[in-house]
């Protein structure tokens, strides 16, 4: 293995690791039923759902050459997907794929 | 020790009807894919996949390392984007917490922090006897990254045939997989607003910091979320 490649992977997972492992050390504390519960919950799932809006909307990599109308398009049919196949994950899923690579060569 | 009936339940969670394992392979494909054009090889990608064992960090680590970044720039940048897994964790922990239970398996399976296992365990986690439920948990954990593992393999190894359409098309199945996930799992007002919230915010706090849009709006969102939630009970 290359040693800057190993070394590059080693940075990148301990910076990924101390996230989670401080996560799992503050959180003996706290009780599931506490409003400090609560609130990192709602904290978790604002950072996510930032996350998913900036990787569709600013995307980094390869997304980058779908134009903005053809990815936010294919989020929206996805959901609607995803709520006519009463709330399968995987039909959707597929879906997006698919109709992402049949809008982007033949659109 | 592990309890078997309790991992392997949480092993075979993944392949329900609605299973994430589908997406999460095709999001290693692509990663794998990526990692090969880096000039990585088959032992350092899959490497790369077990010790971080998440996506958009895996990303950031790849193009920083096409600009010719330091290691010190790596860390930092993938120290923010990966900063969200602290208040997962938060939030998910004290679901699990027991005191049968030894402490290492907290800090060992904290690494299986990431959003395919934790949205899997939030939407599971009440059908487990709380003192098993950190059991269950390694179980998924174990899942995902086995199926993390076979993504990359297959993305590795099928590099050459996946062309420009088809990278794009393994590259939004992972937020369209995400965004169902959590428009299925937004079943309370609080968790409703947080993910309203996030969406909107994440992209517009984008325009004026890049580096922090994703906890800047988590954390704004989160909190009047947390607000007008308890406001409404109240």
Same mark, same amino acid.
């Given at each position: 293995m290359s040693a800057n490649i190993v070394y590059a992977i080693l940075v990148t997972s301990l910076a990924t690791f101390l996230s989670r492992f401080l996560g799992a050390v503050t959180s003996?504390? +706290?009780?599931?039923?506490s409003k400090l519960f609560k609130w990192f919950n709602c904290l978790a799932y604002a950072t996510l759902a930032a996350l998913i809006a900036r990787t569709i909307i $600013?995307? @980094?990599? +390869? %997304?980058? =050459? @779908?134009s903005y109308s053809s990815r936010l398009s294919v989020v929206l049919l996805s959901v609607f997907v995803f709520f006519i196949s /009463? /709330?399968? $994950?995987v039909y959707p899923t597929i879906f997006s794929a698919i109709c992402m690579a049949v809008i982007n060569n033949y659109i | 020790m592990v309890s078997k009936k309790y991992y392997f339940k949480g092993y075979r969670s +993944? %392949?329900?009807? =609605?299973?994430p394992a589908i997406a999460l392979t095709c999001c290693f494909i692509a990663i794998g894919a990526l990692f090969k054009n880096l000039g990585f090889n088959i032992q350092e990608s899959i490497f790369s996949t077990v010790l971080t064992y998440a996506l958009p960090g895996s990303l950031v680590m790849a193009e920083s390392m096409l600009i010719g970044a330091s290691l010190l720039n790596i860390f930092l940048a993938v120290w923010f984007v990966n900063a969200r897994l602290y208040p997962m964790a938060v939030s998910l922990f004290p679901l699990m917490m027991h005191k049968s239970q030894p402490k290492w398996k907290y800090y060992f399976s904290c690494h299986f922090i990431a959003v395919s296992a934790w949205l899997i365990m939030k939407s599971n986690y009440k059908k487990i006897p709380k003192e098993h439920r950190i059991d269950y948990w390694i179980g998924i954990g174990s899942a995902t990254v086995s199926v993390s593992v076979i993504g990359t393999f297959i993305g590795f190894s099928f590099s050459e045939f996946l062309n420009k359409d088809m990278m794009m098309g393994l590259a939004i199945l992972n937020p369209v997989y995400f965004l169902c996930m959590m428009v299925g799992a937004a079943k309370t007002i609080q968790i409703t607003l947080s993910v309203v919230l996030g969406l909107i915010l994440g992209p517009i706090i984008y325009l004026l910091s890049p580096e922090w849009s994703i906890l800047l709006a988590g954390i704004i969102g989160g909190t009047v979320a947390y607000l007008l939630g308890e406001y409404n009970v109240s």
């Open positions: 003996q504390g +706290i009780k599931e039923t $600013f995307p @980094a990599g +390869i %997304l980058m =050459d @779908a /009463k /709330k399968n $994950f | +993944i %392949l329900t009807h =609605d299973s």
